[in-house]
Structure formats: structure tokens, C-alpha cells
């Protein structure tokens, strides 16, 4: 489905929604008749979480007080039952609509980890599970990949009573004013509209692009990590790069002696604060490294990187491991501050990272350079034209997934950070350059 198509499709899903809350005239058989509004107590509740949610979103807590206090009044014990089922309803229909406009549950979990309270995010996880209960229901058939990003948000659902406390209330509503105001992304992975009926166990068989080498990268990756002793992180993450150049250059092959092979789609990888405008830029640095595009979307907590599906798992891990020993080398330097003893340590981070990931796009290019003439030694001519042609199906793909891309330099606001960075990344792991594949530098 196209985008214009899904943002219509969402739009019209929740304009239809508000239209019926607003209306209330039609009974829906819950609840009692509210005489002075002509309106069934179910309705009524509909309207104000809707009205709560919009002041919510623009700040506005005068109108979120007043909404909420209407709806903490409502009573007995049956009103509030009413109240409590209908956000339940309010926030599966939201996520209904996030999913048609081509949001995924980790994304919206990351959202509103970086822009609501922590109450509002914790109930978005559990509100993600309660749709999921239905959307992903058994006979359905699920992308692997979504139930991989189910798994981790447990298995607690939304209660409809915790609306009975005023705080809770307020974070389930403020949590659907952020969901009914996200914009629409391209869309990565099929609706739960689009999924057909299906084995679930089929489903599962699938790994997320992952394999048996991989999870012994990570393994690797990981003791690196955590190890004191230079001599042993080095050694240890020669050999997870050597496993994933081997990856590589598998995946390159068979993709090419295949009849369809592979084509390229995209993922989405967090990108945490603090500090996120400098750990973009070194994703997207190693993502051009192998033959991958990123794009940040800084006010959500994530970067969509396109490319082939065993380039992406190379670049989620190397990011990975890189930001684990660029944040050690921050650690190291400690606060910093300026002559006068004012504090310069966020800048000064945020120009390490800066640094860091220029000097490290700088080495991997150059390993890219010394790895074309060996695999072209290696594999001969055959090869090239095969990586040719994944460049330009990536290339393809991603201007027509993100059109009008407008690229904007971060700032470097300290010179010491900068050339810090640049220190730590020449000291940073990348493995043995001589077994790296052509553009896909690990």
C-alpha cells in the first residue's frame, strides 16, 4: 500500500472515531443515559478521553485537569467500569491506526520513552500488549519480526482499573494524544490489516534476519566488551568481524547465484539520548560503510537503515559495539570544564561523537579501498558487478521510500571533544581490514 494511501487509511480511521465520539447520540448499550447531554455515559467517556488527549498533546492542563476530574466522577463502581473499558478501546484503536500508518511496536515504545512521562511510557508496552491480544491471535500469520518486538515488553497487559486512580488515568490519556498525533512513516513491515490466516508456529520459524553466526558475533562482541585486557577485547573482536566478513561475503554469493535472492528493506534501530545527534551520525557512518542508507528521526528515538537484510544485521552490530567502546573512551575523560570552571561536558560528549563517527566512516572507506583490490584478487571481476548491483537496487529503494531527504551537518561546538573522538576512533576494534569485503567493512 502506498503511503498517501495508508495516511489516508489512518486519517480516516480516526477522524471516523472522533466523529462518533463527538456524536454520542447513538447507544452503544453500556452505560446510563446522561440526561443533560443526551448522551450514553459510554459516549460521554469517549469524548472526554478524546478532548483530554488533544489538550494533553498541546499542553494544555487546565482542559486535561478539568477532563480528567469529569472522568474520575463518573460513579458508582459502574461508571468507572465504563471509563476504563473505553480507554482500553481508545488505545487499541490508536495503535490500530499507529500500525496503519506504518509504525511497529518497538517504535512507538521508543516515542514515548523519549517524549512522555515514565507512568505514560510504561503503559504504552502493556497497551501494545493488549492489541496484540487480537491482532496477533491464534491462526493469524505474524511477520517474524513483529512478534520479535513483542517479546521483549513482557507479558503484562492494560488494566482497565488502573483508570481508577487520577495518575494512571492521565498517563493512559496523555499516551493517546502522542498516539493520535504520529506522523506517518513509510511503512517497513505489513499492518496486522494485511496478515492473512496462517500457522502461527510458521511464523515463528523465521529468525529476524538472525542466524547461528550471529548470535556467536554477539557472543564474541560482548566478551570484547566487558574485558579489561586490550590484548583479549582485540583479539576477541577479530573474530567476530572475521565470522561476519564471512557472513558477508556468503550472503553476497548466494544472493547472486539465486534466481530472486534478497531485496532490500529497511529497519528500524534506536538511537538513545543522551547524546543521540552524535550516535546517529556514527550509525549512519557505519551504514554507508556497508552498503546501507540511514535516515534519523530524532524526535521518535530512531534511525530507519535500508539496505539488504545480512547488511543491516552487520551494521546493528558493529554500531553496537563501536558505541559500547566510544561510551567507555567517554567515561574515561570525565567532566570537563572550561577555564572559567563552567561545566563543558555535554558539549564536549557530544563532540567526541561527532568525531568519533567521521574518523571512523574515514577508516572504514579506507578499508573498503585495500578490501576491493584482495576480493577482486580473491573472486575475480564476477564479483564487483554483483556488489554493483546491490548499490543501485539500495540506492533505488531508498529514494522511494524517503523522496525530498534534506542532509544537515551536525554541529561541532568543542574542538576538544572533536579531536578526542578522532583519538578514541583510531584506537576502536575494527578486525583484520585484509578479510573485509568491499563495502562491507565490519
Not at 167 to 191: E, F
Not at 234 to 254: F, P, S, V, Y
Not at 277 to 296: D, Y
Not at 313 to 342: C, H, P
Request: charged content about 25%; glycine content about 8%.
Amino acid at each position: 500500500m502506498g503511503k498517501n494511501n495508508r495516511q489516508r487509511r489512518a486519517d480516516k480511521r480516526r477522524h471516523q472515531a472522533r466523529a462518533q465520539s463527538s456524536r454520542g447520540f447513538r447507544p452503544s448499550g453500556g452505560g446510563r443515559a446522561d440526561p443533560t447531554l443526551g448522551l450514553d455515559l459510554r459516549d460521554l467517556a469517549e469524548a472526554l478521553i478524546f478532548d483530554a488527549a488533544e489538550a494533553s498533546y498541546h499542553s494544555s492542563e487546565a482542559e486535561l485537569g478539568v477532563a480528567v476530574r469529569r472522568l474520575m466522577s463518573f460513579g458508582p463502581a459502574r461508571g468507572r467500569r465504563i471509563v476504563g473499558t473505553t480507554v482500553s478501546s481508545v488505545l487499541v484503536t490508536a495503535l490500530r491506526c499507529a500500525w496503519e500508518g506504518g509504525w511497529q511496536p518497538a517504535d512507538v515504545v521508543r516515542a514515548a520513552g523519549k517524549l512522555l512521562p515514565r507512568k505514560a511510557r510504561d503503559l504504552a508496552a502493556e497497551a501494545i500488549g493488549l492489541e496484540a491480544e487480537t491482532s496477533c491471535g491464534p491462526g493469524v500469520a505474524v511477520p517474524a519480526e513483529w512478534l520479535a518486538q513483542l517479546e521483549p515488553l513482557g507479558t503484562r497487559r492494560f488494566d482497565p482499573e488502573c483508570c481508577d486512580e487520577s495518575d494512571s488515568l492521565t498517563a493512559a490519556i496523555t499516551l493517546v494524544g502522542l498516539l493520535h498525533h504520529l506522523p506517518v512513516l513509510p511503512c517497513l513491515i505489513p499492518p496486522p490489516s494485511e496478515w492473512g490466516s496462517g500457522e502461527r508456529a510458521v511464523a515463528t520459524l523465521a529468525a529476524t534476519h538472525d542466524s547461528k553466526v550471529l548470535t556467536k558475533v554477539r557472543a564474541l562482541l560482548a566478551k570484547a566488551e566487558s574485558t579489561e585486557f586490550e590484548e583479549e577485547a582485540g583479539a576477541l573482536t577479530a573474530k567476530a568481524q572475521e565470522l561476519m566478513a564471512r557472513h558477508a561475503i556468503d550472503a553476497a554469493i548466494l544472493d547472486a547465484s539465486a534466481a530472486a535472492g534478497d531485496v532490500p528493506c529497511g529497519r528500524r534501530i534506536g538511537v538513545e539520548d543522551p547524546y543521540a545527534v552524535g550516535k546517529a551520525n556514527l550509525l549512519s557512518a557505519v551504514a554507508r560503510a556497508n552498503r546501507c542508507e540511514a535516515v534519523f528521526m530524532e524526535p521518535y528515538g530512531f534511525s530507519t537503515v535500508m539496505g539488504f537484510p545480512s547488511d543491516i544485521d552487520i551494521v546493528e552490530l558493529l554500531y553496537t559495539s563501536l558505541l559500547v567502546q566510544a561510551t567507555r573512551a567517554i567515561a574515561g575523560a570525565g567532566s570537563v570544564r572550561d577555564r572559567n570552571g563552567r561545566s563543558r561536558t555535554r558539549s564536549f560528549r557530544q563532540s567526541f561523537l561527532i568525531g568519533f563517527a567521521r574518523r571512523i566512516g574515514e577508516r572504514l572507506r579506507a578499508a573498503t579501498e585495500v578490501a576491493t583490490d584482495d576480493a577482486r584478487a580473491v573472486h575475480g571481476n564476477a564479483l564487483l558487478p554483483v556488489l554493483a548491483r546491490r548499490d543501485s537496487a539500495v540506492g533505488e529503494a531508498f529514494a522511494a521510500t524517503f523522496p525530498g531527504l534534506v542532509n544537515l551537518n551536525a554541529r561541532v561546538t568543542n574542538s576538544a571533544g572533536w579531536a578526542a573522538g578522532r583519538v578514541a576512533a583510531d584506537l576502536a576494534h575494527l578486525g583484520p581490514e585484509q578479510q573485509l569485503l568491499p563495502g562491507m567493512a565490519v
